[in-house]
């Protein structure tokens, strides 16, 4: 399944390292948070809730207003498990065996007990899902997270987590098997996926988007605070002490782009 990638894949990631070491060496400032970017990152934080607004509110809400609950959770469960492939990539890339092998058995038991995915006895089983990404392995390699940066549509990243989304993309074992018009089916269900959490927790994510003073402040420090925490790395205060050593906030972002 993987030998695309340990062939093909071996030169790019060389590449996409060098890259990351680079992007790394952006200097926090006393609040423990890069941004040399910030007026570029505002304007495009601007116009993602915008295009929020205007397009993907509507359609989500369309969405779970019109597609029964049941049906949507099993299209986002097909949706997580054909990322799982992905997934135990990264685990193996930053020698979590124990992780990998814990992976690829959930996405053994969910592709076929599950039906394909569309259910999940995987994490009834005691298998729930572990998730890695390429942002991570960056950061188990001795990266360091770089600027924070605004995507278009995809919203509050990092210089590390870039690359490293783009590294997952075009990475993707799943999508890098199938053909047309089976690679779009994969994209449709991703869609969904995204759609269905835009949906569940609209109230959440409207209040630190709609709500806050300062959006843009609050965004960044949310998403950089919990990003943080999963990687052990917690934001500095301006007196120095560590904050996120508590009860890891719930991730917003980890939800609706990853």
């Known amino acids: ?48 809730i915008a295009l929020d607004k205007a397009v993907i509110k509507p359609v989500s809400t369309a969405y779970g ?11 986002s469960n097909v949706s997580d498990t054909l990322g799982i492939p992905g997934t135990v990539v990264n685990d193996v890339l930053q020698f979590r065996l124990g992780d990998a092998l814990h ?6 038991v969910n592709a076929t007990v599950g039906i394909g995915g569309l259910f999940d006895p995987a994490t009834e089983m ?53 053909g047309n018009p089976e ?11 995204l759609a269905d959490t835009r949906y569940r927790y609209s109230d959440l994510y409207e209040s630190v988007i709609y709500d806050s003073a300062d959006s843009y402040a609050q965004m960044r420090l949310t ?5 943080r925490f999963e990687l052990g790395t917690p934001i500095a205060t301006g007196n120095g002490e560590a904050a996120g050593q508590g009860a890891a906030p719930y991730d917003i972002y980890e939800d609706f782009y990853e």
């Open 223 to 227: 998403y950089l605070d919990n990003r």
């Open 183 to 193: 690679k779009s089916y994969k994209t449709g269900l991703k869609v969904a996926d």
């Open 1 to 48: 399944m993987f030998s695309s990638f340990s062939v093909r894949g071996l030169p790019a990631l060389a590449a996409v390292s060098g890259l990351a070491l680079l992007a790394g060496c952006a200097t926090p400032g006393p609040d423990g948070i890069a941004d040399p970017y910030e007026e570029v990152n505002r304007g495009w934080h601007d116009t993602n």
């Open 65 to 75: 207003t019109v597609v029964p609950d049941p049906l949507r959770k099993g299209f």
């Open 126 to 178: 005691g298998l729930e899902e572990r998730d890695a990404d390429f942002g991570e392995t960056l950061h188990a390699w001795g990266v360091g997270e770089g600027a924070y940066v605004v995507l278009p549509l995809y919203g509050p990243s990092t210089e590390r987590d870039s690359i490293g989304l783009l590294v997952d993309i075009a990475l993707d074992p799943v999508g890098n098997l199938l």
């Open 103 to 108: 992976n690829t058995a959930r996405f053994a």
